[in-house]
């Protein structure tokens, strides 16, 4: 179907702590171009994050029109981006780079996958990716539970998890705890032993880290009692802020859980572990498109359209056929 230069466009963005995924599409859903660029966590790539959002914008509207081109809605879900200060500035960001977008809205990455599945209902999402967080949306309104960030608390993330499989081969090579299968993967993750390397570990970062975290996953879906202790802790210490997210909505009424993040797919025995703890009365959901096409339906819903499920298959079907742009 041709395009023509008037045809109302939207933009959908999911931003996160190590890769932002970008779409360009009709009202209909039907996706132009499809853009992956870098992290845009505002926490983690603090001094990056406005430029990486930048070339992300530019490469996605590169021959339609550039950043000055008119849009109907634009929705940006960008990990970090709920806090009211970065909220602000992403917001003022994003208006500045496109003057000519009539609705421009931008909020936490948790709306994404929440939008997806519930659209603007209530509910409650819990992010478990390089970074975690859980959050309830109580008429419109994002309440947070955990997820301060990786200096203070990130219970479950893949940072965490990567902290604690180095903190395992700390103490085994110092004597204070025993032998664990997570130590050979380290190692051989690392490229030496976590002495040798531990100025390189220093400097690298946040998504060094959090890379670090299928170490411990491995050895604890091999039986490792160490690595298992870790991620049980882990998933009640995510139960805890799911609950009290919970708490947030109307008690007493059973609730769905939204689920998001990279983790949720590459540990399923994480999920068993939370839906165990919770129980039936709160199932756990999780969507088969990434989460961008929540993003994509929060704009074009934020507008006042629908975002139904002919749009969700014309959206799933142009979405597969395109090939997306990496920057």
Not at 162 to 167: C, D, M, S, T
Not at 189 to 212: C, H, P, Q, W
Not at 302 to 313: I, M, P, T, Y
Request: aromatic content about 6%; glycine content about 12%.
């Amino acid at each position: 179907m041709p395009i023509t230069k008037c045809e109302p466009f939207f933009i959908g963005l999911d931003g996160g702590g190590t890769k932002t995924d970008a779409v360009l599409f009709t009202s209909e859903g039907t996706v132009l171009r499809r853009v992956r660029g870098r992290a845009t966590n505002p926490i983690s790539c603090a001094e990056h994050a406005p430029a990486h959002l930048r070339a992300c914008l530019e490469a996605l509207l590169k021959d339609f029109g550039g950043l000055c081109r008119p849009l109907s809605g634009v929705f940006a879900g960008i990990a970090g981006g709920g806090l009211t200060d970065h909220q602000r500035s992403i917001h003022e960001q994003l208006i500045t780079l496109m003057p000519n977008a009539a609705s421009v809205e931008n909020g936490s990455d948790a709306l994404n996958e929440l939008t997806a599945l519930l659209g603007l209902q209530d509910g409650v999402v819990a992010i478990a990716g390089t970074g975690s967080c859980v959050y309830a949306r109580r008429e419109g309104k994002m309440i947070r539970a955990g997820g301060w960030g990786y200096l203070f608390e990130d219970a479950c993330s893949a940072f965490e998890l990567g902290r604690q499989a180095l903190l395992l081969a700390m103490e085994e090579t110092d004597g204070r705890g025993a032998a664990t299968a997570v130590t050979p993967y380290i190692e051989k993750e690392l490229g030496g032993t976590v002495a040798d390397k531990l100025s390189e570990l220093y400097a690298s970062g946040m998504a060094r880290i959090a890379g670090l975290a299928p170490c411990l996953t491995r050895a604890a879906v091999e039986g490792d009692e160490a690595a298992q202790r870790v991620v049980n802790l882990q998933a009640r210490l995510l139960v805890r802020c799911i609950c009290a997210a919970g708490d947030k909505l109307d008690r007493g009424t059973p609730y769905s859980v939204v689920l998001t993040g990279s983790l949720w797919q590459a540990v399923p025995m994480l999920r068993e572990i939370v839906q165990s703890e919770l129980g039936s009365s709160h199932p756990l959901l999780s969507s088969a498109l990434p989460p961008v096409y929540g993003a994509a339906r929060h704009a074009v819903m934020q507008c006042g359209q629908q975002a139904d499920e002919v749009f969700r298959s014309t959206f799933s079907k142009t979405l597969k056929g395109t090939e997306a742009i990496c920057i």
